[in-house]
């Protein structure tokens, strides 16, 4: 049977965890989350009820450079091949050198099998004066900048490119912007 000092150490214990419980995570921190929501909230609602125009989205009017039709193919280990419209192989990564374009090859995959095409619809590589390289999927509307992933991977692409030699300090400062 319990006696008067179990009793009151086993309250102690039990109001001590509920103290404890509720330091956790204190309440100020909890209504700063909460506002910081709200806030968001009400900023992204006052930017679509007033057609605020995009200021992230990149610049208009910068003229290409080249451009060019691939078709992608990957794999989950990271192997790609990269070939043109008539099926002549520009480029055939092995798994240690084409996990970036088996990555956007997946991506692509994805959101082609959302929208019910077919995996082997080609991209378009489009290099801007200002070195932006961007893939475009113009079936889906899918466009990814790719100096966002690193140069390295930027120069994977822009080896698939019928273009000038890399300007690489150009490069280099817009990856150092990003």
Known sequence: MATAVDLKTRRRNHDDLRKRDREMIPRVLVRAMFLMVLAALA????????????????????????????????????????????????????????????????????????????????????????NRLVVYDDFTGWRAQLIGFGYDNYRTFYNLLDAPVLDEAAVSGLVATN
């Open 43 to 130: 900023l992204v609602a006052y930017a679509r009820l007033t057609d605020r125009p995009l200021v992230a989205a990149p610049p208009e009017g910068i003229e290409v450079v080249t451009e060019r039709i691939v078709v992608l193919a990957g794999d989950m280990a990271g192997r790609a091949t990269v070939t043109d419209m008539e099926g002549r192989l520009i480029a055939d990564l092995p798994g240690d050198q084409g996990g970036f374009v088996a990555g956007i090859w997946r991506v692509l995959q994805r959101e082609r099998m959302l929208r019910k095409l077919p995996d082997d619809l080609p991209v378009r590589l489009t290099l801007y004066a200002d």
